[in-house]
């Protein structure tokens, strides 16, 4: 699947002719006996806006740092744009970083730090002065141009930090936790600003984040990682519906995980016998699995429909006590416990205030969802 870019789609991933900007081959970096990055093979395109997802101390940080210079690989090659990038220090790179920290220089106002790196180049000045305009405009900074950086807010400064970044027309711009600094709110007007910008520009991002809902918002691919290996890399909605273990589906936003042993059912369909004195559980997956073989069943909570009543489906129903409700204002997850332990969450959309909410706690529930809302993972 890919993204929609002005209304055309955008996969150059899917094209088996299409040449990657950046083509990681079997990379493997170490720190003396730590393995930060294992065998790690990836292509990004260029125009992407590419995340690496992943907890603290996953390989992601090493990753952009060998893309950016600062670190070279122990085994394998990194090429960007058909050149083998091993050696070439950082300021002889097509590549340009931006700190969380922003690093702006205090003493220099809002023009001069945009123009700091085009003057070290020594750019002539009427060229050198359209383009921090045409920095300033795409930003919205060309009222704050005379400022200094203690003088404009958090947001602002991350902007000039863009700016100043992308003036020198990089092939690729690599972005550390860009907007960890931000408060929630900000944070998002920022992303959707950020993926404007990358749009305009044409300049291929890739963007280092633990964030799950930042790599989503912004990203055409999100890469999850673990102790320095892919374990996933596809679009945003295919990592959410159709992640590929329960690693990558219990670490992008909420999931039930349900195990069990699975048996054929027909044509790409299984019964799963998951606990006892509960009734059995029916899932499709394209995945093959031997009879009796151990499986996981992740079902998101918005796909799970609770009722007061015992639903009419046969198979995939439930039934437990409401054992805690968190209200996220638009949105209740209830966390609802059935006889033999095992809490199953499910979310409803609040549509009524909550003075009138169908149930509360202690309430006994019932709980389903149909064989197509899960997928059924081997590990």
């Known amino acids: 699947m890919g993204v929609i870019v002005n209304s055309t789609v955008f996969a150059p991933w899917e094209d088996p002719q299409a040449e990657p900007l950046i083509h990681f081959r079997n990379v493997t970096k170490r720190f003396g006996s730590f393995i930060a990055i294992d065998n790690?093979?990836?292509?990004?395109?260029?125009?992407?806006?590419?995340?690496?997802?992943?907890?603290?101390?996953?390989?992601?940080?090493?990753?952009?740092?060998?893309?950016?210079?600062?670190?070279?690989?122990?085994?394998?090659?990194?090429?960007?744009?058909?050149?083998?990038?091993?050696?070439v220090p950082p300021n002889k790179r097509a590549v340009n970083m931006m700190f969380q920290s922003y690093a702006l220089f205090p003493h220099l106002n809002i023009w001069e730090n945009i123009a700091f790196g085009l003057r070290r180049d020594k750019m002539p000045k009427l060229e050198l002065e359209a383009r921090v305009e045409e920095m300033l405009k795409l930003t919205r900074l060309e009222k704050f141009a005379t400022r200094k950086p203690h003088q404009i807010s958090g947001g602002q400064r991350q902007r000039v930090a863009l700016a100043r970044s992308l003036a020198k027309a990089p092939k690729l711009l690599l972005l550390d936790e860009p907007l960890g600094a931000l408060d929630k709110k900000l944070r998002q007007d920022t992303q959707f600003e950020l993926m404007d910008i990358q749009e305009k520009t044409g300049t291929t991002f890739v963007i280092v984040t633990h964030d799950q809902e930042e790599a989503m918002t912004v990203a055409s691919r999100v890469a999850v990682m673990d102790e320095g290996r892919l374990m996933q890399v596809a679009t945003p909605d295919r990592i959410y519906e159709n992640p590929e273990s329960v690693y990558v589906a219990d670490f992008i936003g909420d999931v039930n995980i349900i195990q069990g042993r699975a048996t054929a059912a027909g044509e790409d369909s299984y019964r799963i016998d998951w606990a006892e004195g509960q009734g059995?559980?029916?899932?499709?997956?394209?995945?093959s699995f031997d009879a009796g073989q151990t499986c996981h069943l992740a079902i998101r909570p918005e796909k799970v429909t609770i009722t007061a009543d015992r639903p009419e489906a046969a198979d995939n129903v439930v039934q437990g006590r409401v054992h805690d409700i968190a209200y996220l204002g638009n949105l209740s997850t209830y966390y609802v416990e059935l006889p033999n332990g095992t809490i199953i969450k499910a979310q409803t959309a609040n549509t009524r205030r909550i003075s009138r909410r169908s149930f509360t706690w202690e309430d006994p529930v019932w709980l389903s969802w149909t064989a197509t809302a899960g997928v059924l993972l081997a590990n």
């Open 280 to 287: 059995q559980l029916t899932a499709t997956s394209a995945t």
């Open 40 to 87: 790690l093979t990836l292509d990004i395109y260029e125009r992407e806006f590419f995340a690496l997802l992943g907890p603290s101390g996953c390989g992601k940080t090493t990753m952009m740092r060998m893309l950016a210079g600062f670190e070279n690989p122990t085994e394998g090659s990194i090429e960007l744009a058909g050149r083998d990038i091993a050696g």
